[in-house]
């Protein structure tokens, strides 16, 4: 038994048994509260209770299957099924499935329930889904009731926003992931109740801050790290209630501002505080995981939660295992992308407002739904896609109550018969490629291995740190079918894109490379906007939009020389993964459950308060 699981069995609840993931090979285990969750989630259907079986995959390998369901970064230029019109989409124009515009799903001139069917008890409910999947329209993004944020996607109640994803409630927002009540913030991820913020990680409750990471409640700081209710700081790290700070030492006001106008304006000036902060970052007092303001809880940047077990990213929420990214959720396992008061889901993808649901994809202010994709304000539903306002409903087809009840009772008893019953929707039912989905962010592929007529052609690794390897069956084809070797007994028949294409630049386009770009915002002038950049380290082009040029005048920032998925990937790249190590603090040796591999020294939480306050 690893020393991991020891200190869990310890601090959280007993080991009752482990599992051999099909998917990974690894062994895992199933903790006395993980069924004690299954059985609170258990539905209740007609006054019978439907007990949730135990996972068969590991939890790595559960959230790899969710994440194969979302792409948040990977647009395509395509032709709306209904129309014909131009549009973004997140889907290829090679993929099978029926997408309309925004404006177009949301009209009353069709009807998804004209796609119902009954339940076939001879085929797989998988295969089933499948069928209906390719045929009922779908939404060409995900959002909900934005304004002018067209180029956005996993998004609600957003204006004017752009390249942005897995947010609400914001504005002026360019380039990065999770703002939540944010406004006028570019290249940031994970922020929160912020505004005027540029290379921001991690920050809450934040004004007027560049390159601030695992921070809150700060004005006017740059180039730091862990800063809580700081002004007017630079380079500085581990500071509480802080002002006029340079290296994490105070200076006079007037002091202060002479040394902080080297540090804005100039290429060369943020440069050079780029290679500072990463000696801050190095450096500082590190905490065993960014929790805060929390009990009982197991991960990472948690914040005002309670009883959360292997979560990440999370903030005021309770009761909850495995969930990564949530807000104010509540008795959820198994989940991502859970926003605004989602309570009793399991096995979830993407939910704003919802109770009850279970083995999902995408559905807001709904209830009681099963085994469902794109629903919305409805209840009682199984199997369905892309249904408004309604109730009751089978594989998109109407029921009333008491029919639906006992048609719902005898499909789960059918699934138990199939061993699809728990488990959440097979990879055969997304649309997207492994490498467009956000599985590749957080679950990156070592190597890719191309196939023909059952031999292997050619191998490359693609990525040292990734695990697994990716046979194609099809290179010649810009989305192939392949094989996904994870090292357990089952092989995953998956999607991969074996080409990338850029959209919106038109051929013969002259190319402004990064190093021509100019040292200040002054100098580049608006003229910048008519031009297409050659990111400086992958090549790929980019364009700089009016707004994101009006911000960096007003923050006296230069013109960025990276694309913007180039400096989204830097971001992520420093956060630490989301995996657990056992540590002893430094100061007291008492054992911890880290988020910081072994090469780090960390501090419990006691320890960690005495040296910084």
Known sequence: MSKLIQFLEKNDSKVIEYRKCKWTGEEFPIFEKDIEMLTKLSPTIGGQKFPIPLPT????????????????????????????????????????????????????????????????????FNEQFYEMRIKVPRLNLVTVDNENSEYTTGTAYCKDCYLINSSENSENCYYGKLFQDCKNCVDCTFVYNSEKLYQCLNVKKSYNCIYLHNSGECNYCYYSDDLIACDHCILCSNLRNASYYFENKQYSREEWEKLASNYRGKRTYIKDALIKFEEVRKN??????????????????????????????????????????????????????????????????????????????????????????????????????????????????????????????????????????????????????????????????????????????????????????????????????AKLDLGGEVKIDILWKTKNKEIGVPENTFFLEAKDLKETIEEEGEEIIKKVIKCGITGRPFRIIKQEYDFYKMMNLPIPDTHPNERYFSRLAMKPERNLYIHNCIKCEKEVASVYDEKNSVYCEECYNKEIY
């Open 57 to 124: 995959l590991s939890p790595k390998a559960r959230q790899i299957r969710r994440l194969l369901f979302r792409n948040e970064w990977n647009f395509y230029k395509s032709r709306s099924n209904k129309t014909g019109a131009s549009m973004i989409s997140l889907y290829s124009p090679e993929n099978k499935a029926c997408i309309f515009e925004q404006k177009e799903w949301w009209q009353e001139d069709w009807n998804p329930m004209d796609f119902g069917v009954k339940f076939d008890f001879t085929k797989s």
């Open 284 to 481: 500082k007092k590190k905490k065993y995981a960014s929790i805060q303001s929390s009990e009982n809880c197991y991960g990472n940047i948690i914040n005002e939660s309670k009883n959360c077990f292997y979560c990440y990213d999370v903030n005021n929420s309770q009761d909850s295992r495995y969930v990564n990214i949530g807000v104010e959720v509540k008795d959820n396992m198994d989940c991502n992308n859970m926003y605004l008061k989602p309570e009793k889901s399991y096995e979830v993808l993407g939910t704003i407002g919802t109770y009850n649901i279970h083995f999902c994809t995408y559905v807001f202010h709904s209830s009681d739904v099963f085994f469902s994709h794109d629903c919305h304000h409805s209840n009682h539903l199984f199997g369905c896609i892309g249904l408004r306002n309604k109730e009751y409903c089978i594989f998109n087809k109407q029921y009333e109550k008491n029919e639906w009840e006992e048609k719902v009772k005898e499909i789960i008893n059918y699934m138990m018969g199939t061993g699809e019953w728990g488990e959440y929707f097979d990879v055969k039912n997304t649309a997207f490629p492994y490498n467009d989905s956000l599985a590749a962010e957080y679950f990156p592929i070592k190597e890719v291995v191309n196939m023909k007529d059952g031999v292997i052609k050619s191998k490359k690794i693609i990525n040292e740190k990734g695990s697994g390897a990716v046979y194609i069956l099809d290179e010649e084809s810009e989305i192939s079918q």
